[in-house]
């Protein structure tokens, strides 16, 4: 009995440390200016955004702004900040607009960089992140 009464906490405990993560499906409105911070390869400005996805989960981000030339970058938080897991400069060849589509390869954080695509330009921007399991 006495066995049983112990291994029932840690078992609750077991459990709760293995919830999944909850979908994402959220828009952003940013803005890219001077006094932000800035892009260790180019000095490009960029707003950083996380977000918890599973093992398996589609990701999407997209970044459109009128102003300025966008640029993403995504990768996994406590991976090597220089191995990106994808960047996009344009979504489609002739737009200024970036759009990252993935398949998480592990469960985790995940680190967007929205930036410009070169130092100096900024503006208005719409983030979109969408990562979900792929039913839903």
Request: charged letters at 20%; proline letters at 4%.
């Amino acid at each position: 009995m006495t066995r049983t009464r112990l291994l029932l906490p840690l078992l609750a405990l077991a459990l709760a440390a293995c919830s999944s993560a909850e979908p994402v499906n959220q828009t952003h409105q940013g803005e890219l200016a001077q006094g932000d911070s800035q892009h260790p390869r180019d000095q490009s400005w960029y707003d950083e955004y996380t977000f918890e996805a599973e093992e398996g989960w589609p990701i999407t981000v997209q970044m459109t702004s009128d102003k300025f030339d966008t640029y993403l970058q995504l990768r996994r938080r406590g991976v090597n900040d220089g191995e990106w897991l994808e960047e996009n400069d344009d979504a489609v060849q002739g737009n200024t607009n970036s759009q990252i589509t993935v398949v998480a390869p592990a469960s985790g954080t995940y680190v967007v960089w929205a930036n410009s695509y070169e130092a100096n330009q900024g503006g208005a921007y719409t983030l979109t992140l969408r990562a979900a399991p792929a039913s839903q």
